[in-house]
């Protein structure tokens, strides 16, 4: 169980766990810089996508904006001031959440 600084609570889940449909992928994992985080939404609505530390402490929100269902986006996230560790992808849309972690090794 992991509890976000926002009092989002949530357990991470496997990759494949039941999100109601909600994909997200996170490639390459483990990475040494880039990372790409694809993602397909599966309601109309507001979609966010945050990254956290394992303490729950958000680092940096990539995107957050409204998106019509079945909409497929792609963000590249460069995290190159985070130091080598586990990090959590957070996916919001609508009303179903979807966690990955990622490794960060350089």
């Not at 994909?23 to 490639?27: G, L, N, S």
């Not at 993602?39 to 609505?45: C, K, N, P, R, Y």
């Given at each position: 169980r992991?509890?976000?600084e926002?009092d989002?609570?949530?357990e991470?889940l496997p990759?494949?766990?039941d999100?109601?449909g909600l994909?997200?992928?996170?490639?390459p994992n483990?990475s040494?810089?880039?990372?790409n985080?694809e993602?397909?939404?599966?309601?109309?609505?507001v979609?966010h996508v945050?990254?956290?530390?394992t303490r729950?402490?958000?680092?940096q929100?990539?995107?957050n904006?409204?998106?019509p269902a079945?909409?497929?986006?792609?963000?590249?996230m460069?995290?190159a001031e985070?130091?080598?560790?586990?990090?959590?992808?957070?996916?919001?849309?609508?009303?179903?959440?979807?966690?990955?972690?990622v490794a960060?090794?350089?």
């Open positions: 992991i509890a976000f926002d989002i609570q949530g991470i990759e494949d766990a999100t109601g994909q997200m992928t996170v490639y483990p040494s810089g880039l990372v985080i993602f397909t939404t599966v309601e109309s609505g979609t945050a990254v956290y530390n729950g402490e958000q680092l929100i990539l995107y904006t409204v998106l079945g909409r497929h986006a792609h963000i590249e460069q995290p985070w130091v080598n560790g586990i990090y959590v992808i957070h996916l919001i849309n609508g009303k179903v959440v979807k966690y990955v972690k960060l090794a350089r």
